[in-house]
């Protein structure tokens, strides 16, 4: 992985997305999906590693950081590395809750919320279709 955190540049369009990404990915990353609840390859995965973007290979999640939240259906962090992400305020599906995006790629990622384990409280509930592992070595 580079110095940018990039697997390669970026795609601009749509098109480009498709061409990078799979149906699932694209979905989830460029249309504001989710996956079906604990159909997710990352649920119960607790290898040491780092979880990255799936659009971009950026940096997102250490697995220290992840826990199993029980009954969440998606994988959980408590924190996610330092200015990896940005959250969004998202009001879709008559729920007022707060979205993770990529700050990379703005990649869809998931939701926060504030029922989370300490030291920080929040739960970054993820979709693994949005991100990819990289054990340690």
């Known amino acids: 992985m580079s110095d940018s955190t990039e697997r390669f540049d970026l795609p601009e369009t749509d098109e480009e997305w498709r061409e990078v ?15 079906p609840k604990f159909t997710g390859e990352f649920i119960g995965k607790d290898d040491e590693g780092t979880y990255v973007c799936a659009g971009c290979g950026a940096e997102l999640f250490d697995s220290e950081t992840k826990f199993d939240r029980e009954g969440s259906g998606w994988p959980s962090f408590y924190d996610a590395a330092e200015d990896s992400v ?36 929040k739960r970054f509930c993820i979709n693994s279709a949005a991100l990819d592992f990289e054990g340690e070595e």
Not at 21 to 27: A, K, S, V
Not at 86 to 95: K, P, V
Request: proline share 4%.
């Open 21 to 35: 990404l799979t149906d699932e990915e694209y979905e989830i990353l460029r249309e504001q999906g989710t996956e």
């Open 86 to 121: 940005e959250l969004r305020r998202d009001t879709s599906h008559g729920m007022d809750r707060t979205e993770v995006v990529c700050a990379n790629c703005g990649g869809h990622l998931g939701h926060v919320f504030d029922d989370g384990p300490d030291p920080t409280g």
